[in-house]
């Protein structure tokens, strides 16, 4: 007679298959290594809908031997591979090079997934087979690992790392995910119930899954431009700044002469030029933060490392010497024939270095630029110390002269004109996301991104049971004896149907992908 | 152990705009609407103002004379042949001869232009006292370390005043005469040799030491005028307020130039029957040639010019500024030209979308 069922609840987060299909769009893959059992790491995954039953198939691998995971291995490669009915027939042998594999399962078409279990994980991770396991998982769309050990958590994190040039992130909740967390690139820690092993051993650590989509798409996405905008803009200035004194070398008989009056040097990366470029390392925004949620797409060009590479880098540097020659050579070919208005001398070795340096192009906040340029060129620092300020009476001088002023102004023109025109033309040209997203802000915001996370009304998830698991078993009465009474009673109640269809959905289904779930449940 | 919400509000980041990256940020649009017009306006108002400056720059009259002495080339030949290889070269007077058919107008600055002078040399600019030069009575007997070889004279006396380039002072010197008729005298035209320095020089950065019973002589006691130097510093001129460190020729020449070669100011023509120009007639001019360049190739000129708002004739702002305004307006069609034509397609694809 049947006393009474338990039942282990064990939620979903909220949110959490939106963010993954978020996720998943955003090109990141997702793997779930997690220590339960296979039937409950397929039901979470088609709960967060990492497995859908749109999938082509789905891929079991449960072998005890190494022949037997090899074997289902390959069989699941050929079956991937048959899908693009790929003609030439090509033996498989026991060891593969990784190029030839790569290049066939790249593309693969339609959807597969993969579930291996613990101890088929241990022999898919030796040495001479991990590469294949690492190709195969990696052509399927959604891995899942199940009775996995932490350790092997780790050893997987660590294959995907070796071999395959990704950056990872693993996020976890429990002290079995510590290992994992600490072998990922990027280790995410979950606080909550089941303590702060995963918190503390990681580098981020929140308390829900969903806030893992902002994480990335917001913070980390904008972390990487600023910081590759940010970079590029210390390079750029620095070089400007000294390939103005590689200039002045041809016409100062090469004595290392500098251009500028000393203090300007001293503080030209403390404080003139570290407002802007901290201020812009720090506030920076491309598209404003919905959008970045909106579009996972954005995500890219981190990916691609598309913000900061050889060729930014040489842009950059090539933008710093064109101003670097304007900012010498223009001042030159005004002062090689320059006096005041006085007639006094103004093409003097001073009032060149106070044009050249006003002429930066605002890379200063104003303000504390002249203030301190005046003060260093004040009579009365000069009275203290004659021989460190002898920048006395420049400031006025110089500064006075229509001259000078349309210099700087010239200079600074020629210095940003080009760059908004490569800027105008490109957005024209090949605009790319970022780009079109800012220009059509005014545009309706439900676009088809939002379509995929069906905001449920739900407020948990719960994992149902995708196969018919054991109620049948249990009534058929093979384990336990039920009394007739007792089985009467059940049937009363509109369940009734319920076993029905059970039993109808047994007899209609194809064949099981599962090859294990119908030993009887033990323990 | 479990987590209570208490002892997470400990870990809690702030939930500010800052920390959350939820600042409001502006995102400018570089659109066509702003970055045509502001090619095209910035390109003709540059336009404008580099016809203005061409123009302004033309309007000066300016007359240049090489008096080096190359072989042939000036009355100055002599001189510069005498004065080879001796040091220092022997006292010269050379002359050269021009005449105005026109009125030269005015005020008429006389400037003297040298090449090939690297005073931007960075061992040569930092070979001065300006603590010394500031006059300061400690300093002027304790040169700084930095004006050595040129900080103690032969008998061990401080220099005053040390340094590179105090001690390579231009020391021609020119006169001007204006025949008014043909086979008539020279008269000699007022050369106005006060204030060709910034007054911020020769008020505030030089100035003599304090004068002991009178006399500037005795301020300098103890010290040695600069090897090359005929003179003491004191007696540079017969004019009281116009010697010592705040000799206008010294001041003008201690601020070094920019680049190896310059013009330095040397007088003002603007008094008497000279203020309002040059009038047309022969002109003679007295060189005592003493300055010696051609060891080092250079060369040294006279120039007579006049002045606008801009300074002395500077061809090079004004067709800077032509040239970039016509680039800006180049460049701000092909901008229209490639909006135009990728501006449907935009649309199109916005369309679809």
Known sequence: ?523 | MTWSATARGAHQPDNTAFTQQRLPAWQPLLSASITLPLFFCAGLAFIGLGLGLYYSSNGIVELEHDYTGDAGSSNCSVCAAEGQGRAPPPPCSCAWYFSLHELFPGPVYLYYELSSFYQNNRRYGVSRDDAQLSGLPSALRQPANECAPYQRSATGLPIAPCGAIANSLFNDTFSLWHQHQPAGPYVEVPLDRAAIAWWTDYHVKFRNPPLVNGSLALAFRGTAPPPNWPRPVYELSADPNNTGFVNQDFVVWMRTAALPTFRKLYARIRQGDYSAGLPRGAYRVNISYNYPVRAFGGHKLLIFSNISWMGGKNPFLGIAYLVVGALCILVGFAMLVVYIRYQDQTDDDDDDE
């Not at chain 1, 449960?62 to 693009?84: C, F, I, N, P, Y």
């Not at chain 1, 042998?93 to 613990?118: D, F, H, P, R």
């Not at chain 1, 072998?183 to 820690?189: K, L, N, R, S």
């Open chain 1, 1 to 523: 007679m049947l006393l009474g069922a338990t039942a282990i609840e064990d939620k979903l987060q909220q949110g959490v298959p939106e963010t993954i299909a978020l996720l998943t769009l955003a090109n990141i893959k997702i793997w779930v290594l997690t220590g339960d059992k296979q039937e409950t790491a397929v039901n979470i995954g088609y709960s967060c809908k990492m497995l859908t039953d749109d999938m082509t198939e789905v891929f079991i691998v449960t072998g005890h031997t190494v022949l037997e995971v090899r074997e289902e291995l390959r069989k699941a490669r050929e079956k991937m591979v048959d899908s693009r009915t790929v003609g030439n027939g090509f033996t498989y042998q026991e060891k593969l090079s990784s190029s030839k594999l790569t290049s066939v399962l790249e593309a693969v078409a339609g959807e597969y997934a993969l579930v291996i279990n613990g101890h088929s994980l241990a022999h898919a991770l030796e040495a001479d087979m991990e590469l294949e396991f690492l190709e195969t998982a990696c052509a399927c769309k959604a891995v899942i690992c199940c009775r996995v050990t932490p350790l092997q958590k780790a050893q997987v994190v660590e294959l995907v790392k070796k071999y395959k040039k990704a950056v990872t992130l693993a996020i976890g909740d429990g002290a079995n995910d510590v290992s994992m967390i600490k072998t990922a690139h990027i280790g995410v820690g979950i606080s909550g119930q089941e303590g702060i092993q995963a918190v503390l051993a990681s580098d981020y650590s929140f308390s829900q899954f969903k806030f893992l989509q902002r994480l990335l798409l917001v913070h980390g996405r904008w972390s990487y431009l600023r910081m590759c905008k940010f970079l590029c803009y210390f390079f750029y200035k620095n070089f400007a700044f000294t390939m103005v004194h590689f200039w002045f070398g041809f016409f100062c008989g090469f004595s290392a002469q500098t251009v500028y009056d000393q203090y300007f040097i001293t503080l030209y990366n403390i404080v003139y030029t570290s407002l802007p470029v901290l201020a812009m390392g720090v506030f920076d925004q491309d598209v404003p933060e919905q959008r970045s949620m909106e579009y996972p797409k954005l995500y890219e060009p981190g990916q691609l490392n598309l913000l900061f590479n050889k060729r930014e880098f040489f842009i950059c540097i090539a933008q710093g010497i064109y101003t670097s020659v304007l900012m010498f050579f223009i001042p030159y070919g005004v002062f090689a024939e320059a006096t005041r208005d006085d007639g006094t001398q103004l093409a003097d070795y001073q009032s060149f270095a106070v044009t050249v340096a006003t002429s930066w192009p605002s890379l200063q906040p104003l303000a504390v630029y002249f203030a301190i340029l005046f003060a260093m060129h004040s009579n009365g620092l000069f009275d203290m110390f004659p021989n460190q300020f002898r920048f006395v009476g420049n400031a006025q001088n110089t500064l006075a002269q229509p001259t000078v002023w349309l210099t700087i102004a010239l200079t600074t023109v020629v210095c940003v004109m080009p760059v908004v025109a490569f800027r105008f033309l490109r957005l024209s040209l090949k605009p790319d996301l970022s780009d079109t997203l800012v220009r059509k802000k005014q545009k309706a915001q439900h676009r088809c991104m939002r379509r995929v996370g069906r905001t449920g009304s739900r407020r948990s998830g719960y994992a149902f049971s995708h196969q018919e698991g054991f109620g049948e078993l249990i009534m058929s009465g093979k384990n336990m004896r039920l009394s007739s009474l007792a089985l009467s009673g059940f049937t009363a109640r509109s369940s009734s149907s319920w076993i029905e269809s059970l039993r109808r959905k047994k007899s209609d289904s194809a064949s099981s992908p599962s090859g294990g779930t119908d030993k009887p449940l033990k323990g």
